[in-house]
């Protein structure tokens, strides 16, 4: 790999400042200076440092966002802020929202530019469960529940997936194994209900930090990484 490369993976800066960077020998490679941007390292056994401090070499970022209200769940969006946007200051190149929230719904989103895994995460086959806590316009009934977690008709070419539903103190908490378009808002509707405010707690194993406020994130832990694997 190219350092020049390498340094911009690990958002050091754009390749004019990188190209500049190298130039004033503030880049050493196993302690000897580089004055080459395009001079080949192996990222595995280099130690790469930059005024002294050792860069850690990461492939792939991932990032937990407790996601607001008001923010879109995409890449651009002309004059809505999108949650990439929340992220700026990571200054990571690529990175995209695994599957999408509305822009009124709030909760667990993460963040990644690896590729295979937000693939992985989204494809209808792998039928990841994402358990939401739905506040509803009228209390909901057993024989309410009991549709849900059957399958409702919600207007596609077919019922949803059966789902797990339970009313708790905060509302009901409600699992789905899919990701079609504003499918728990369209669930309550099938029930003659309306959702009224939606979080998501949970995606697969893995849960939203509760000290995270809405609009705040923080790099996944390496046991977080592997609950989604």
């Known amino acids: 790999m190219r350092i ?22 503030r880049i050493t490679v196993n302690g000897e200076r580089a004055g080459d941007p395009g001079m080949h390292i192996d990222p595995e056994k280099d130690i790469i440092s930059l005024d002294g401090s050792v ?4 492939r792939f970022h991932y990032y ?13 969006e ?11 200051a990571e200054n990571v190149k690529n990175l995209s929202p695994v599957g999408r929230l509305d822009k009124d719904t709030e909760g667990l989103l993460i963040l990644t530019d690896d590729g295979a895994l937000l693939h992985d995460l989204i494809s209808p086959s792998k039928h990841v469960g994402k358990e ?8 909901l009934s ?12 919600i207007g596609d070419d077919k019922p949803t997936l059966p789902a ?7 509302g009901l908490h409600l ?40 609009g705040e994130y923080r790099r996944l832990t390496p046991e977080e990484l592997s609950l989604l694997r």
């Not at 020049?4 to 020998?25: H, M, P, Q, W, Y």
């Not at 057993?142 to 008709?153: A, F, K, N, P």
Request: no cysteine.
């Open 175 to 214: 699992t789905i194994y899919e990701g079609r378009f504003h499918q728990v808002k369209r669930m309550l509707e099938a029930v003659g209900n309306k959702v009224l405010y939606l979080k998501r707690l949970r995606m697969g194993d893995l849960t939203l930090d509760p000290s995270l406020a809405p």
């Open 78 to 88: 002309g004059a809505s802020v999108t949650v990439v946007e929340l992220l700026a």
């Open 164 to 170: 797990h539903a339970v009313t708790r103190e905060d």
């Open 55 to 58: 860069i850690e070499y990461e």
């Open 142 to 153: 057993d024989s309410d529940i009991r549709t849900l977690e059957g399958g409702v008709d």
């Open 4 to 25: 020049d490369k390498f340094l911009a993976d690990n958002s050091i800066g754009t390749r004019k400042e990188i190209k500049a960077i190298v130039k004033a020998g």
């Open 64 to 76: 937990m966002l407790n996601k607001p209200a008001g923010t879109v769940s995409s890449t651009r």
């Open 132 to 139: 939401y806590l739905v506040h509803t316009e009228k209390p």
